[in-house]
Each structure stands twice: as C-alpha cells, then as structure tokens.
C-alpha cells in the first residue's frame, strides 16, 4: 500500500543551521534515499522551495482567485514529500521516523486510496 | 434447553467471547466480519450444542464454526459483488493452518488491545473501542457512561473501524523498540477509562462505576499479557485509588478529603494487592509516572492518619515524579506535600510561585489549596477569598457544595 509522507518544518530552524550542518543532513537525507530506492520502497520524493514562493488558487464561478502564500499560515510549512510502498501503517510509521527531517518538524502520514473510484 | 445449560452457555459466553472475537479478527482481517462471525458461532452453539453437548474445547470450535459462517457469508455476498469471491478464497485457503488457530490465542488479545489503542486513533476513539471490542460493553453502555448520544457513539466506533481498514493499521502487538511508546498509548487509554469512571460525577454514578471496574479489569488482562513494570504500576494505582471509593463521598454524594475519609471504609483487599504491585514495579528500575504516582497512593493506603503519614517520602516521589514528567499540577501537589512535611508557609510560598508565573491561575484546586493553607494559618479573610475565587471557577456539583461548605465552616468558627 503506498503512504504520502508530508514533511513539515520550521524554514527558520534551517536557516539557523550552519553549512556543516545543513551539510551534514543533507547527506544523511540522500543516504537514507538512496536505501530506501534500493530497497524499492522509494516511489518519488521531491523538496520544495521555501513555502514564501507559494501562491494558493481557489477556482470560484469560473474565476480564478490566487492569493500569495501557502494554503495555511502556520510555522511549520510544507518542505518536502516522499511517497513510500509499505506493507501497513505501522511499517509506514517506521519508514517516517527514520527520515532525517522528522527530528526537527511533523511529518504528516497519509495513506493513498487504493483503487480511485 | 435446561436451566443450567443456559448458564453454562452464558458463562462460556462471558469468559471466551472476547477471546474468540480477538483471534477471529486476525484470521478473518476484518473487525466487522468478526463480530458477525461471532455471533453466529454462538447462534450455531445454541443450536447444536443442546442435542450434541458441549465439544471439549468450546473456543476452538467458536473460532471454527466462526470462520466457516463468515466464509458462508462473504459467499453470500459474492453473488452480488463478486469482489468478496477474492477474499472468500482467501479465507478458505487458509483453512490448511487450522490447527494453528489455537497457537498464540492470548497474543491475539493483546494484538486487539494495541491496535484499538493505536496512537493514529484519536483517544476518544481508542476509549470507545477498546471498551466496545476488548471490554465487550454495547455501544448503548457506553454511550451512557460518556454521557454522550448512541449515535454519536456508534458513529466514533464505525470511524476507527474504518480507519483501522482504510489506512491498514496492522493486527500486531508493536516490536520491542516501538514497544515502550505504544504501551503508553495503552495505558493512557486505560487511565482515561478508570477516570471518568472515578472522578465524574455528574450522571448516573452506578454505571460510571462500571468503567473503573472495567478499567481495573483491563489493567489486569494486560499485566497478565504483558507483565511490564509500568503495566504493573498502572494496575496498582488504579486499585490504590479505588481502594477508597466507598470514603470519598459521602450518602448525600458530596465529596471527602483525605484527611476526613473514614480509613476503615479503605478495602484492604486492594490495598495490598496495588501496594505489592507498585514495590515489583519500584524494584525493576524500569518503572515510568504509572508507578511514581502509584507509590504516593501507596504511603497514603498504609498511613493510619494524615498526621502519620510519611510526607518526606512523598515529596521525594513527587520530585522524581516531575523530573519524568513536569507538570504544574504535579508541582501543586508537591507543594501541598510540602506544606505537611514543612507548615503551611512553605507551601503557600510553592503555590503563589506557581500562580505568579501564571500556571494554574483558573484551576479552582490551586485557590482551594491555598485556602486550605490559610485556614490552618488562622488568616481568615486571605482563607475566604481564596475559597470564593474557587468556588467561582469549580464546574463540578460536589466539588462546589464542599467549597461552599468550607466558606460557611469559615464564617460561623
């Protein structure tokens, strides 16, 4: 079954990093990439640019109405996903605990409907 | 049917229904099949077993009959959808590992317990199916002991059933490096259970009863499945506090402090069980908050009076206690324990520290143990205020009338 993992994070956090650090977890985020596509359980995983380059559309009687900024004003933003193939929830969760980012924000776990109907 | 065939049959009923439905989930995937399953294996029972007698392992033909009538059933349906002709083969194929439905019958409880009380559950959901599932209570049960509408009850069960399915929460008591994280899940739920069973008091008290009776019972079905210290400790402070139910409140249903319960209305029975539970736990070193609070309960239980109590030994527990888990209602606590170990001084300066960083300012205990304080300091006017200003914020009908009740003690001595 696949699991969309969002990845939440305080952009600040990173920003306070210093280049070896940032460096070093980023390294450590492409090792764990790197396992978990040879163990074929890496379906995609892409990180976004800071959440102050969103824009957000609500299409209203055929008229579209952007606005600047992500869809929710919170600290944490959306940072990155990656969308996994687990057996279940519970090796889901496992696989979410080891990405490196999830020390420092939330990752929000979702599963994804089975057969779209 | 005789009589006593009936009893037998209701008794079988009470001991193994759980059981059965637990391993019936695992070898069916399906909360619900289960459940139906279930009840049509005790329906076969009642049919059969009058003419034939009861077979000599009564849960392993449950489990049996079980399974073929859901395999009947979903054959049934596969008429209609045949998307349910899958499972059925599923199912059937799966016949051939029979003899191994008796194999780990008891794990099949505990996987029930952990996956009703999975963190992915919102605890409100956990409660209901735990007690629904685990405790077997009916929704209705249920529904009046959380003094919530049955629909809405029925409709927080189908939810997290649903969940459960939906998002493939798996059927398996968690691997040991998740273990410690999810037991806490399982406890919390238990402790929610025990709680509004103990301290509400609004509706009807007999049936809330009920849900810490049913919380003890759970406590004791996990340390029997999973004997770990704080599974132990849970056990023992839940007993430790219901050890005093029949002193803590009165025949007109107002509350009693500690200081004014009879001690002999104090079940002994429960007492030493809870307080040998908590000193296992105290020895393995592995022990978590469950079991601080339990031995705190535990001095309390053995002291003869208030003034005998052992109060340096209880603000020690209660200082391991925050640096497991602070809390300010921890820390109020300790400083009403320290009030006893050291005079009211001291712990009016504990508490008005606490109030003056803002912790607990509209928690009506805070203002109670501060008039508390007062009154024993003689400063009846700085006593009075404090009891109105919790007497103001008190949401509950006994914890007013005894505040009310103080305020008049106040004013006539």
């Given at each position: 079954m696949k699991y969309l993992c969002l990845s939440y994070e305080e952009e600040e956090k990173f920003r306070a990093m210093s280049p070896a650090e940032l460096q070093a977890l980023r390294a450590e985020t492409l090792a764990f990439v790197e396992a978990l596509r040879t163990s074929g359980q890496l379906l995609a995983t892409e990180t976004l640019q800071s959440a102050c380059t969103a824009a957000t559309l609500h299409m209203r009687d055929h008229c579209p109405l952007l606005s600047d900024g992500p869809f929710a004003e919170t600290r944490e933003q959306l940072d990155s996903f990656f969308l996994i193939e687990a057996q279940d929830f519970n090796e889901a969760i496992r696989i979410a605990s080891q990405w490196p980012t999830a020390r420092f924000g939330t990752i929000e776990i979702r599963p994804v409907c089975e057969d779209p109907r | 049917m005789t009589h006593a065939f009936q009893a037998r049959l209701d008794q079988l009923y009470k001991a193994e229904s759980r059981r059965v439905l637990a391993t019936l989930i695992r070898l069916l995937g399906d909360f619900d099949l289960a459940e139906e399953a279930l009840h049509e294996a005790f329906a076969a029972a009642l049919a059969q077993w009058p003419k034939?007698?009861?077979?000599?392992n009564p849960r392993a033909w449950l489990v049996s009959t079980g399974r073929f009538k859901a395999i009947d059933q979903l054959r049934r349906k596969a008429r209609f959808d045949v998307s349910y002709e899958d499972v059925a083969e599923r199912l059937e194929a799966e016949l051939a590992t029979e003899e191994e439905e008796e194999h780990g019958i008891e794990d099949d409880r505990l996987r029930l317990i952990f996956t009703c009380c999975h963190?992915?559950?919102a605890p409100e959901a956990q409660l209901a199916l735990t007690l629904r599932?685990?405790?077997?209570?009916t929704t209705e049960e249920i529904a009046s002991a959380f003094l919530i509408p049955t629909p809405t009850l029925a409709q927080r069960i189908v939810r997290a059933k649903a969940k459960i399915r939906d998002a493939r929460i798996p059927y398996q008591v968690p691997e040991a490096n998740q273990l410690p994280q999810r037991l806490q899940s399982v406890l919390h739920a238990i402790y929610l259970i025990f709680n509004e069973g103990y301290s509400a008091s609004a509706g009807d008290n007999l049936i809330r009863h009920d849900l810490a009776a049913e919380a003890i019972r759970l406590a004791h079905l996990l340390c029997k499945l999973l004997p770990e210290p704080e599974a132990e400790g849970l056990l023992a402070l839940l007993l430790l506090q219901d050890s005093r139910r029949a002193a803590r409140v009165s025949a007109d249903g107002d509350l009693i402090l500690l200081e004014q319960q009879?001690?002999?209305?104090?079940d002994q029975q429960q007492i030493n069980e809870g307080a040998n539970l908590v000193l296992r736990a105290l020895a393995s070193?592995?022990?978590?908050p469950y079991t601080l609070q339990a031995a705190i309960a535990a001095i309390h239980a053995e002291a003869a009076s208030v003034e005998t109590t052992d109060w340096p030994q209880i603000v020690g527990l209660y200082d391991a206690l925050l640096e497991l888990t602070p809390s300010p209602v921890i820390e109020l606590n300790r400083a009403v324990a320290v009030a006893m170990r050291d005079g009211p001084e001291q712990g009016l300066l504990l508490i008005d520290a606490l109030l003056a960083r803002g912790a607990l300012t509209d928690y009506h205990l805070s203002h109670a143990a501060r008039a508390d304080l007062y009154r024993r300091l003689g400063q009846k006017d700085e006593a009075r205020a404090a009891y109105q200003r919790a007497l103001a914020l008190a949401q509950q009908g006994p914890e007013q009338r005894f505040l009310a009740r103080r305020l008049a003690e106040l004013d006539a001595g």
């Open positions: - | 034939d007698g009861i077979p000599g963190p992915s559950l599932e685990v405790c077997g209570l009879d001690r002999a209305l104090w070193r592995r022990f978590g």
